[in-house]
């Protein structure tokens, strides 16, 4: 079966590069293509339980309402890892439902909102190595939670908030506006750029979470979190006197460091592909597991290009017409990926 869907993969990207806008449905050991702008929701709507969905680079209208367990990979969103393949992008809002237990997302770039419906509880589901351009949000009350959430090596160009979300993984990520309304979750070795909207200057809010190995880059003397009883391990802050807010337990915090000092190469705190978010001084700032701070120490080390961990094309060669025997010479090369 694993030969039969490395050889079924080969064919799809190869068939890809020669076809523009094919999306591939496997279900039950078998492969359908889908085409087109709204190629992505004709494969959701074919789709059974359990199924996988591979896109391609391009532009898809997004399905707007998944109630269904699915897989979906894209081919990624940093320019220099997608330069044969393209980006993949959902094109429009997104609405998690209550029967789309561990859905899986990974590559995929998310032109709208990402939210999980109002007090619907959506369990297991899985955000890997994808970036979001607007909110991402799990609502409701806690009244019947979403929990089991895991959101990792993602990056978050607007916040993300999590009213309903329960025992919710949010590692090694880039987040540009920080978290909001997180309550007893787990938030380790994420890099916080900047501070919350709504003239908010915490880049974190929330009560009783753990917070470890984390990079918080908010410049200034502002306070870092409006929250009670969350603790704070080994994490770096650039400004001097954090308010951790109330009740909060500390060890090892790395406070007062200038944010120009803290990357290879990063100036402000936007989100830049050119930027370089390894940290300057690696071995000085180490995380509560003995792997440096910052979204390259941890269980799940940042993948640079946020390649997904399908086989990936790397290069093609396609010539521009067929030789006398009507044959196109193609070259591609795909890499298989450890994660």
Do not use: W
């Not at 190469?265 to 592909?273: A, G, H, K, P």
């Amino acid at each position: 079966m694993k030969h039969f869907k490395l050889l079924t993969l080969l064919f799809f990207f190869s068939f890809t590069l020669l076809n523009a806008q094919k999306v591939a449905l496997h279900s039950a050991g078998n492969v359908r293509f889908f085409t087109g702008i709204n190629a992505l929701v004709s494969a959701y709507s074919a789709s059974v339980s359990g199924d996988t969905i591979y896109l391609p680079g391009g532009s898809f209208n997004a399905v707007s309402s998944i109630d269904k367990p699915v897989v979906i990979f894209g081919t990624g969103h940093y320019p220099d890892s997608t330069q044969v393949t393209g980006k993949t992008y959902f094109n429009g809002s997104v609405v998690l439902k209550n029967n789309a237990d561990n859905c899986y997302f990974e590559g995929i770039e998310f032109t709208g909102t990402v939210s999980f419906a109002y007090n619907e509880s959506v369990n297991g589901v899985i955000f890997k190595q994808c970036k979001f351009n607007n909110l991402v949000s799990v609502e409701g009350d806690l009244a019947n939670p979403s929990q089991n959430i895991s959101f990792i090596g993602n990056v978050f160009l607007r916040y993300l908030s999590l009213p309903n979300g329960m025992n919710v993984l949010i590692a090694n990520n880039i987040i540009k506006e920080g978290v909001d309304a997180s309550y007893g979750n787990l938030i380790q070795n994420n890099i916080l750029l900047s501070r919350l909207p709504n003239g908010s200057y915490e880049n974190f809010r929330g009560s009783n979470n753990l917070l470890s190995n984390n990079v918080f880059l908010l410049h200034g003397s502002y306070g870092m979190t409006n929250g009670s009883g969350n603790r704070y391990y080994n994490n770096l802050l650039a400004f001097s006197n954090p308010a951790y807010g109330t009740n909060a337990t500390t060890e090892n915090n790395y406070t007062g460091i200038a944010a120009s000092a803290v990357f290879v190469n990063q100036s402000d705190n936007l989100f830049s592909y050119e930027s370089d978010y390894h940290l300057a001084t690696s071995s000085v700032y180490i995380g509560t597991d003995g792997t440096q701070v910052g979204i390259y120490g941890g269980v799940f080390p940042y993948k640079n290009g946020a390649v997904p961990s399908n086989p990936h094309i790397s290069s093609a060669q396609l010539a521009p017409q067929t030789n006398n025997q009507g044959q196109l010479n193609v070259r591609i090369h795909v890499k298989a990926q450890s994660n």
